[in-house]
T-cell receptor, first 108, second 115 residues
Framework: TQLLEQSPQFLSIQEGENLTVYCNSSSVFSSLQWYRQEPGEGPVLLVTVVTGGEVKKLKRLTFQFGDARKDSSLHITAAQPGDTGLYLCAGVRGKLIFGQGTELSVKP | ETGVTQTPRHLVMGMTNKKSLKCEQHLGHNAMYWYKQSAKKPLELMFVYSLEERVENNSVPSRFSPECPNSSHLFLHLHTLQPEDSALYLC??????????????FGPGTRLTVL
């Protein structure tokens, strides 16, 4: 069984569009992280959210942690081709538990 | 060199070969990790070393053998692998005991193909 479900698994959009990626679980996490991975590279940490209901912004990226600390979302405004990559959420329960990732492709 | 480096970046091996993957971290961290990343599957944690002691082994087959000679270096020794072991093997490091122990820094990975 998948502890962390990410959706959608694939997303192909045009430059300038907005998008949201979801990360859902039935389990509570002490915190949740979002990573971005480009082809040929390892994942790079974007943000860690710790408090239920917390919202963090990183330029055009907005991250939200659910009130119950079981789910999270990543919203990208006005996507650009440079946003293309694999986005991974990871819940912290003593160790990192990863979702299966969302492959985002932003076309010019 | 900065961050986390891994060598080789690509490896093709037969099922009877013996090879080793190397990871080096230049961040002064005290914990290191091996992960397996297969297509369409979540990253799978394989091994964790903290202060050079193995603290986690997630039921990984014995054909994978980790070694951590010091806090900066981590190896994964491979022998008699199976084709289903083909994947991207990622090394990561973190600083445990500081409250930021789960902020992991990843290397670029070794793309392994087992024929």
């Amino acid at each position: 069984t998948q502890l962390l479900e990410q959706s959608p698994q694939f997303l192909s959009i045009q430059e300038g569009e907005n998008l949201t990626v979801y990360c859902n679980s039935s389990s509570v996490f002490s915190s949740l992280q979002w990573y971005r991975q480009e082809p040929g590279e390892g994942p790079v940490l974007l943000v860690t959210v710790v408090t239920g209901g917390e919202v963090k912004k990183l330029k055009r990226l907005t991250f939200q942690f659910g009130d119950a600390r079981k789910d999270s979302s990543l919203h990208i405004t006005a996507a650009q081709p440079g946003d293309t990559g694999l986005y991974l959420c990871a819940g912290v329960r003593g160790k990192l538990i990863f979702g299966q990732g969302t492959e985002l492709s932003v076309k010019p | 060199e900065t961050g986390v480096t891994q060598t080789p970046r690509h490896l093709v091996m037969g099922m009877t070969n013996k090879k080793s993957l190397k990871c080096e971290q230049h961040l002064g961290h005290n914990a290191m990790y091996w992960y397996k990343q297969s297509a369409k599957k979540p990253l799978e944690l394989m091994f964790v070393y903290s202060l050079e002691e193995r603290v986690e082994n997630n039921s990984v087959p014995s054909r994978f053998s980790p070694e951590c000679p010091n806090s900066s270096h981590l190896f994964l020794h491979l022998h008699t692998l199976q084709p289903e072991d083909s994947a991207l093997y990622l090394c990561a490091s973190s600083q445990s005991g500081t409250g930021r122990g789960n902020e992991q820094f990843f290397g670029p990975g070794t793309r392994l193909t087992v024929l």
